[in-house]
């Protein structure tokens, strides 16, 4: 649950009630249809979120709910306490689920995703929820600066007094 929970950006609440119906195996998406903000949302599946899930919605009805408790047979209401029972047992203190969206956030981010990106894969309502996971490189860091001739274009640079300075958005 963990590793989906990273590699989608899940809210706990979404990836409980996910269904067999909303993942897409032939387009390698999912379908979020009961969020946050009431509308649904895709996100793609990477190999190891396709893995994890591919196996558990197998020899199961399209209602059937993705994640089942193997002790009662029916789909999970909470994880407070395995959750908190694995941080425990890794010795990891003051993690929290919704951590695991925000490093889903971060990743998309450190990826060079941009915010309206983000705000997209994540369902935020307001982009400034997802400007937090927009990183700013500092000067020199690979593609984030191209100088005026490079590409031909003047995107990131602009002419002043026959210098060329960094045009930066913050």
């Not at 269904?19 to 032939?26: A, L, S």
């Not at 999912?30 to 949302?41: H, N, V, Y």
């Not at 010795?91 to 689920?97: H, Q, T």
């Not at 990183?135 to 600066?145: H, I, K, Q």
């Amino acid at each position: 649950m963990i590793q989906f929970a990273i590699g989608t950006g899940a809210r706990k609440s979404e990836q409980l009630s996910l269904k067999v119906r909303q993942c897409d195996f032939f387009r390698d998406l999912i379908l979020f249809d009961k969020t946050k903000s009431g509308r649904p949302r895709i996100v793609e599946m990477n190999s190891e979120v396709r893995e994890i899930i591919l196996p558990l919605c197998k020899r199961k009805e399209p209602d059937d709910y993705v994640w089942i408790n193997a002790k009662t047979g029916q789909p999970y209401t909470d994880i407070k306490h395995s959750f908190v029972g694995a941080c425990f047992d890794a010795k990891i203190e003051g993690l929290v689920w919704h951590d695991l969206r925000a490093t889903y956030g971060t990743r998309l981010g450190e990826a060079g995703f941009n915010a309206y990106d983000i705000a997209k894969l994540m369902g935020h309502a307001n982009i400034s929820t997802s400007q937090r996971y927009v990183r700013n490189l500092p000067v020199g860091s690979g593609e984030a600066v191209l100088l005026k001739n490079q590409r031909g274009h003047n995107t990131v640079t602009s002419e002043v007094s026959g210098t060329r300075a960094l045009v930066v958005s913050g």
